[in-house]
């Protein structure tokens, strides 16, 4: 991954030059996480871009995926997967959800019995809040399950166009404003209720760490939003469930404490991105629309300031919205 261009060549490289052996159209297929381009390896997404690039615009092989590549060229043969294995555990997939000894290494006597109570805290977060998505999400719109799955286009792309084409397919009809910003609630509430079982999570040897404190961060959005949908005791029952998964640090004790000090200080509201605006318009100067994390705040009066003494204020009057939810 030091270069793109030797890269490509190992990568067509691969194909077999003898036709007479391989008559079909032959596929080369690499298995690596995606991640090593540019977090392991420094500037690897650079070299994966020209290597693509190179492969493309010089003919050398045409870019696919399995889904073309399996519809051009019929199956000859047919394999048996072994469920439930894992490159990295010898316990088949017990690294995800079991104190199976399989770790980075990094802190010989550490263990890793907090992994089943999480994801056993996750899966009761998950069958507490999908009936509210279910009950909800049928009022607004034709196919929840499907609108669910279509929603990753609007998380990728949350141009009004997109959130047009999307409700225009999917609500049972039109929407008014309110019913709009329930249903991207809704919809967030349920990516979060994804991204929590993101695999890292569970992979490395603490659940204080970097990747359980992100994935548990998920499920806190996630009861955030369960609260404004009608569901303000999600985030009680939450944290009495992390309660059973121990820390091995003694200072942390559970991931209750985890979500404590590090997850719940770190929830957004229209009121915390109001009261961010005031105070560091004092040191910055804001255009008429401003970003702030995932908000937007519109000037809506001049924003005097006033002193006296060795005191200062900003005195206006500002509009805030959410990028996401579209909740003002």
Sequence with gaps: LDSGEAFADRLTGAFSGDESARPWPQI??????????GHHHRHGDMALAYALHLIESTGRARLTNYAEYRHRVPPQSEVAILENTAWSCAHGVDRWRADC????GEHPGWNQAWR???RISFDM???RLDPLYRTQAAELLRD??????????????????????????QSRRPLDPDERIRVWKLLEMERH??????????FFDEVSGLESSQVIQYAGRAVQLAGDLGDPDAEAALVESLRKAPSNLPE?????????RFVRPTSIDLLKVSAHYAVSSLFEAYGPRSSIDAFYVDRREEIQRQSRGGAARRVGVVGV????????
């Design 116 to 118: 089943a109570p999480l």
């Design 101 to 104: 000894g399989c770790a980075s």
């Design 28 to 37: 080369v297929h690499v298995a690596t996480d995606g991640e090593t381009y």
């Design 125 to 127: 977060l998950r069958d």
């Design 193 to 202: 209720l994804q991204l929590m079982y993101t695999s890292c999570g569970w």
């Design 252 to 260: 942390i004790g559970t991931a209750a404490t985890v979500y404590d």
């Design 144 to 169: 929840p399950r499907e609108a669910r799955e279509e929603y990753l286009r609007v998380a990728l792309d949350r141009s009004d166009a997109r959130r047009e084409q999307f409700l225009g397919r």
């Design 321 to 328: 919205s959410s990028a996401v939810t579209t909740e003002s």
